[in-house]
């Protein structure tokens, strides 16, 4: 049977079945036509042994009868369902709906997943899969649990289970990998982690940067970092493990995926006192922020605002990025 099914799939649907798993559990749980057939065959001998008569005689509409309720009945169920086997593959879901017909529905085209008195209905690409409720335990699991990881159950209770996943089939048996994926966060971490005792995503709300002073200021396309000289930590950080704000020195604050808004320098000193914007260059940031103070920063979500006093002038950074990494060599004492 196997080879017939591959023969179809990759002739007809262009799909070559390497690793797969498949299920024709109703096939083998179905003996309504076994019991059928033992029942008329005692009908059968009952009216036998009537014409001769040996027993009662049977008329033979109860033979007609039984024929058509005991053996053509169930025999056209059995053929109905004897081509529904469930085939899964690592990419998609597969049932077999005729000697040469399949519903085919790739993991990530699925749009419907119900659960109904006839079993787990799945749509997608104007397809329909239905998995049975007399498949094994053991069968439907491993089923559902890719499609929990694909998020393909649109249970709000079960988002927290989405994730990226690798299937493997061998021996019919479905096996799931969690794949591990590297954010751009993560690659930022991992480049400076080695320079700092301690190096945090997020949690900016939780550090107090007034009147520290920028020691450099290190940019590229996907990252802007403030090497800072000292800031306060207050106690809901992560990091800090006491009950009252702690001091650090050797600091960084590095931005992901930087874009700036604005960069604009003013002097107190000028009759207009407006400022005036500056190209929001690496080499502007760098030749104006370094040496110079934080005066005032606003947080916004993913946005920051950032007044410098650098000599006889104030500037404003307007920044957006992707995410923040805050850290530290050295802890102070008050």
């Known amino acids: 049977m196997i080879d017939k099914i591959k023969e179809v799939l990759e002739n007809k649907?262009?799909?070559?079945?390497?690793?797969?798993?498949?299920?024709?559990?109703?096939?083998?749980?179905?003996?309504?036509?076994?019991?059928?057939?033992?029942?008329?065959?005692?009908?059968?001998?009952l009216f036998v042994l009537g014409e001769n008569d040996v027993l009662f005689q049977l008329d033979f509409i109860y033979i007609v009868f039984g024929l058509f309720v005991l053996v053509l009945i169930p025999l056209g169920l059995n053929k109905k369902t004897e081509y529904e086997a469930i085939i899964v593959t690592p990419n998609e879901l597969i049932q077999r709906t005729g000697k040469k017909?399949?519903?085919?529905?790739?993991?990530?085209?699925?749009?419907?997943?119900?659960?109904?008195?006839?079993?787990?209905?799945?749509?997608?690409?104007?397809?329909?899969?239905?998995?049975?409720?007399?498949?094994?335990?053991?069968?439907?699991?491993?089923?559902?649990?890719?499609?929990?990881?694909?998020?393909?159950?649109?249970?709000?209770?079960?988002?927290?289970?989405?994730?990226?996943?690798?299937?493997?089939?061998?021996?019919?048996?479905?096996?799931?990998?969690?794949?591990?994926?590297k954010t751009d966060t993560d690659i930022v971490y991992e480049q400076y982690i080695d320079d700092y005792n301690s190096l945090t995503p997020g949690f900016i709300k939780e550090v107090i940067m007034r009147n520290s002073v920028i020691d450099d200021v290190l940019s590229?396309?996907?990252?802007?970092?403030?090497?800072?000289?000292?800031?306060?930590?207050?106690?809901?950080?992560?990091?800090?493990?006491?009950?009252d704000p702690i001091q650090v020195a050797d600091g960084v604050l590095i931005f992901t995926k930087p874009v700036i808004n604005g960069f604009s320098v003013s002097n107190p000193n000028d009759e207009d006192k407006k400022a005036k914007p500056l190209e929001p260059t690496a080499q502007n940031i760098k030749k104006y922020c370094v040496d110079g103070i934080i005066s005032d920063w606003k947080?916004?979500?993913?946005?920051?605002?950032?007044?410098?006093?650098?000599?006889?002038?104030?500037?404003?950074?307007?920044?957006?990025?992707?995410?923040?990494?805050?850290?530290?060599?050295?802890?102070?004492?008050s």
């Open 299 to 333: 947080v916004m979500k993913k946005r920051i605002k950032i007044d410098f006093a650098s000599g006889v002038h104030s500037l404003n950074l307007d920044l957006k990025y992707e995410a923040v990494l805050i850290g530290w060599n050295e802890v102070k004492s």
């Open 13 to 45: 649907y262009h799909i070559t079945l390497d690793e797969y798993a498949i299920y024709d559990a109703n096939i083998k749980r179905n003996h309504t036509l076994k019991v059928g057939v033992f029942l008329f065959v005692i009908l059968l001998t």
């Open 101 to 181: 017909t399949f519903a085919v529905i790739p993991y990530d085209d699925i749009t419907s997943f119900n659960l109904t008195e006839h079993g787990i209905i799945i749509k997608g690409n104007g397809e329909v899969i239905t998995l049975s409720l007399t498949m094994f335990r053991e069968e439907i699991e491993p089923i559902i649990d890719i499609l929990e990881a694909k998020g393909k159950t649109f249970e709000k209770d079960k988002e927290y289970m989405v994730r990226p996943i690798k299937i493997h089939i061998n021996n019919n048996e479905i096996t799931i990998e969690d794949v591990e994926v």
């Open 220 to 243: 590229n396309t996907d990252v802007l970092a403030f090497k800072v000289a000292r800031f306060t930590v207050k106690e809901g950080h992560p990091e800090n493990t006491h009950f």
